[in-house]
Nanobody, 124 residues
């Protein structure tokens, strides 16, 4: 079993930045694709971004394009989410996930592994 551990969450003011990290346990590849999802109170879990280990291709939700950047370091088996120009709408618990398939990257049900989540709070 692969464990995913998120870190880097915290409280930031509107317009600020945070970088989230997701590391796989025991330096083990967790899948072909890793992604980030988020869930705000009273809302469904939504897709944020994904990256393919094999091809380096990335995919972003429209709401974060131009503000968030997903990247990976295969030597460290770690995926990052750089979040810039944060606003109150970005407040949520952010989850790291991994899957083996390359299709339907924005659908949470298709992912095989999940981290415990890290809280991001953007204040005004």
């Amino acid at each position: 079993q692969v464990q995913l551990v998120e870190s880097g969450g915290g409280l930031v003011q509107t317009g600020g930045s945070l970088r989230l990290s997701c590391a796989a346990s025991e330096r083990t590849y967790s899948g072909n694709v890793m992604g980030w999802f988020r869930q705000a109170p009273g809302k469904e879990r939504e897709f944020v971004a994904a990256i393919s280990w094999s091809f380096g291709g990335t995919n972003y939700a429209d709401s974060v394009k131009g503000r968030f950047t997903i990247s990976g370091d295969n030597a460290k088996n770690t995926v990052y989410l750089q979040m810039n120009s944060l606003g109150p709408g970005d407040t949520a618990v952010y989850y790291c996930a991994a899957k083996y398939g390359y299709s339907s990257l924005a659908r949470a049900s298709g992912y095989d592994y999940w981290g415990q989540g890290t809280q991001v709070t953007v204040s005004s």
